[in-house]
């Protein structure tokens, strides 16, 4: 039977703030953690002074360099307690959340696209009605982390070519909700037949 589809951004939509530092803080420690961040942050503003070609996109260089940094030999296993001691930091988005649950309940299927890394968001949407999840992934080696990406970083037009994907491959439906948050989501969101810019929810 046919249905629906409504996708989800995570961070600063579905959530407030951002979860990948906080969850490299609790694997690594938050004085290693910030230390590779500003350095990361440095190496991919002189990379910009360069102008690179039209590839280049700054904020996947800090994320490739900041996890470079600070994943690179850590086994999964450790990542993973890490992964499920991260759900204290989570402060939902209420109206959005409420949003996911109502098109549960009608019976679309959900899915939550995000930039955020796959090997922690399992546990951080545990108990929620998610059919399907879209997320960065991390090279593995025998059980360790190589601390680098797998599958590029699922964000802008990367997150549009997965959601292409994702409904080419599971549909058609009836139709489809996308909620994210600009600029980083218009991509994605521009597939939608009932798009929503959500305004940037930060930490509080």
């Known amino acids: 039977m046919s249905r629906g589809i409504a996708i989800f951004d995570f961070d600063g939509t579905l959530v407030q703030g951002d979860s990948l530092v906080p969850f490299v803080e609790r694997l690594v ?3 290693r953690a910030r230390t590779a961040f500003l350095l990361s942050v440095q190496r991919a503003l ?8 039209p590839g280049f996109d700054i904020r996947t260089a ?4 900041f996890l470079a940094r600070t994943l690179k030999g850590v086994p999964v296993s450790k990542a993973q307690d890490a992964a499920t001691g991260l759900k204290p930091w989570l402060r939902w988005h209420p109206p959005l959340l409420d949003t996911l649950r109502r098109h549960a309940d009608k019976g ?4 939550v696209a995000t ?4 090997l922690y968001m399992p546990a951080l949407l545990d108990g929620l009605p998610v059919d399907a999840l879209l997320a960065t992934e991390l090279e593995c080696k025998d059980g360790v982390l190589t601390g680098h990406l797998s599958g590029g970083n699922c964000v802008r037009e990367e997150k549009a070519r997965r959601v292409t994907a994702y409904l080419a ?5 009836t139709g489809t909700w996308g909620y994210g948050n600009r600029p980083s989501d218009l991509p994605f969101l521009a597939l ?3 798009p929503t810019v959500v305004k940037t929810v930060r930490r509080r």
């Open 29 to 31: 420690g938050r004085r």
């Open 46 to 53: 002189r990379q910009a002074a360069r102008r690179p070609g």
């Open 62 to 65: 800090v994320k490739t360099g």
């Open 108 to 111: 679309d299927r959900v899915v």
């Open 115 to 118: 930039g955020a890394l796959a």
């Open 169 to 173: 491959e599971h549909g058609p439906f």
């Open 192 to 194: 939608m037949q009932h």
